[in-house]
């Protein structure tokens, strides 16, 4: 079965570029020129998302579907999902779901199921529920990305309170990502059991790199949601001196898939990501490349 | 909009039962004169389901069908499920959809969209990312069970640590769960968020009740997973003379919808409910009814 970390660390090193491109369609969104043609908003964000990853597909090495926006749809949403996978996939390109799952072993199976046959090299998921409900997703062959640390406003309730023995809620589930993925390290020295931590949170971002020095971090929140390149080089593992080695891929959506400028819609989403590609390679290996 | 605990506390007080069926089919499972019927597995699961509902529609308040067992067949599956919500719907059911979902705010909108599209008045929901992400739920108009202590081997590592003034993880969880749910009590007195409390952590359970008393807990483990009728007096609210007071809603899946018997598939799965019902009224209104 190929090494999910791995084949990431390869489109990385082939790209040099640790940009991921999230597609959340949302219709109103949308460039004027994909809705005149498209009435239907199915269609809409079908064509759209086919449009993004040809875009981008030469210049970075992943995209990440929001499965939610495509669910939203129903059925015939998920059809789109399922499309949309396996277009990127067609295309060179590793294809993280974000769809946060979380559930007890068996129904673990089911939707570690339903991500292969979508099309997805990896998940991420919710380990709420204990760490027995992150395995099925490696057995079904799937890179693993847990929920750790996240950037949006009530998050600190809930992940940054101390346990008695002075680790945060975040980092006792750093430490048990951490142990789960030791065993599932790849020729690159990273492992598929990866965490998603916010952008934002850079200043634990440090003592979170400490705790999982193995695991790929997919960072949410570059961009429209104030994650800068500065509160990537916290993130990125010490001493990188190439892209392929700073164990992070960092995610844009609105900032790349609603680029404006002067060109076609495609055009613009294009320059987008070769911008952010170009700040992120000054922050994770440390001098511009 | 209709206030979901008022509408499943009528359905309890109808029914006078507080069992769920969970509806979780396996192929391998289904009867055999379903299987004989449906070789598509897709319609098999589907008529399976449907057959079920019919079955316990006027024997229990509600049914939980788990998301992932139709999304492992993808769109096709899905379509499915919001055939499955709508029957159960049009059937007087109360439907809960097990999906466990946990996202960001905007993405939390699409989930809770996709919810009320299938035909869910209530949705499971895991609220590692902070109850920020919950709200978008209640906005739509569902019901909310919110994720506090599950029976999973592997929930113990995550759940039970201690924090620095002696809470559990879960503790704080539902004491999130009770400052939501506060101003979300109807005319039942009892609140639109719930909270997800597994049987078999009754020991648990009764400072779990302590600490969310308007919350109606929907309890699953029951039956096959092993949880027992004495494990569910635990997490009833104090006093309830009556199931409708009690704030317990208990699912059971295999050892319901795969009940074996002297009867035709349907009459056993309607036998099991029954059995179920009765042991559940012993056990939360405090004496045999």
Known sequence: MPH?????????????????????????SLPDAVRVRHHDPVEAVRAFCLGVIDAVADAVPAVKPQSACFERYGSRGVAVLEAVCS???????????????GDIGVSAQHYAAAAVHAGAHAITVNAYLGFDTVEPYLDAGLGVFALVRTSNPGSDAVQDPRLHDGRTVAAMMAERVA????????????????????????????????????QVFLVPGYGAQGGTAADIRAL??????????????????????????????????????????????????????
């Open 179 to 214: 142990a789960l993925g030791a065993a599932r390290r790849g020729a690159s020295g990273l492992s598929d059991v990866g965490a998603v931590v916010g952008a934002t949170k850079a200043a634990q971002g440090v003592e979170l790199r400490r705790l999982m020095p193995s």
């Open 4 to 28: 999910f970390a791995d084949f990431l660390t390869s489109r990385i090193a082939e790209t040099r570029s640790v940009a991921c491109v999230g597609l959340d369609p949302v219709l109103e």
């Open 87 to 101: 277009h990127a996939r067609s295309r060179g390109l590793c294809v993280v779901l974000d769809a946060k799952r």
């Open 236 to 289: 990125a593992r010490a001493g990188a001196k190439d892209p392929a080695e700073a164990g992070v891929l960092v995610n844009a959506s609105r900032s790349v898939i609603y680029a404006r400028g002067v060109g076609a819609w495609q055009e613009n989403i294009r320059t987008a990501a070769a911008t952010m590609t170009e700040e992120l390679g000054t922050a994770v290996a440390g001098e511009p490349r």
